[in-house]
């Protein structure tokens, strides 16, 4: 399919800015796109495979340079293939695939020619703009790339400006790679569900890879919570020893007292049981160890929570620390492993 031809110059109207405010863009040809969240949490490579990455980017990107072009109709309805991200080249920091379609479409011939008229589309700028002096580069559809000159560096940024700040807030949703827009202008084109195929293909990919980060981040954060939670018993363990002792003590002082109310409750049955007692003695004598009972419990969870709660107030400890630690639990380390 052919590019879209150069429009009148009211599409290169700075006034019809972006309006991102219902997540949407409006393109120069006057289309409205929805636009889409991002969802995929970006990977930190390191500064020599971050490099590796974006140059195999920019080969991917010339080599395909006049097929994006030649499917310009098709990447102007969908949001995510007009926000590709395009690897940085000069002046041009990092640009969206949109953005240089409609450049070229939309602006002047020079920048889809060269100067005997053949297509070579202007891709790479280099130059001063207190000088004026600079360097382009273009691409041919087989891929050579060449030196080129336009009339001054403030002519051809100019013309890349005026569209290029129509979509300012645009890097805020999401965006298919160029590699994934290749995918879905690879489909077959006289299959409708075709391309809508492609389109799941990819948002199957990338669930797979957000689930993978998922979990790989919950792990982090489960070992950096480890590690905090360790840090916190260790800069309270005096007070974390004295405050588990302390219940402990008072724990089994409350498991004795119960022990002796069962007693008791054992032996008040048993007469009933005799018939030495008749009902309304027995609920009469049964109902005070129950209270005494349930007060007990009460007064243990009361010195508890409060002991916790002085010790919450400092807001650098946790209650799940705190009360595994007095319970004992084996996952944490305890005074002497410290």
Known sequence: MSALKPSTPWAM??????????????????????????????????????????????????????????????????????????PKCGWFSNPILGVLLEWW?????????????????TFNMIGNPMTGSHLCECVYPDGTITKIRHKSFMYVMDEYRSISSRYKGAKSFDAYSLQEVWEILSSDPNDASSMLAAKLRIQESRNVKLNKQL??????????????????????????????????????????????IREQRRALRAQFKSGALDLMTYQELVSPLARMRRQLETKLKVFKAEQIHQLLSNNDITYITIN???????????????
């Open 13 to 86: 109207n700075e006034s019809q800015e972006m309006n991102n405010s219902d997540n949407t863009i409006t393109l120069l040809n006057g289309t409205t796109l929805d636009c889409y969240p991002k969802t995929e949490h970006q990977d930190c490579l390191e500064e020599k495979d971050a490099r590796e990455e974006k140059r195999q980017d920019l080969k991917f990107f010339l080599d395909h340079t006049h097929d994006f072009y030649k499917n310009a109709d098709k990447i102007f309805q969908d949001s995510r293939m007009f926000l590709a991200p395009v």
């Open 105 to 121: 479409i939309y602006g002047k011939e020079e920048f889809r020619k060269d100067k005997e008229g053949n297509d070579a589309l």
């Open 215 to 260: 979990s790989a981040l919950q792990n982090r954060y489960d070992e950096l919570s480890k590690k905090f939670e360790q840090i916190c018993i260790k800069h309270y363990q005096k007070e974390l020893d004295e405050f588990r002792d302390e219940y402990k003590r008072r724990e089994q002082e409350t498991e004795d007292e119960i022990e002796k």
């Open 324 to 338: 595994n630690y007095i319970n004992n639990d084996t996952s944490y380390p305890n005074s002497e492993q410290q």
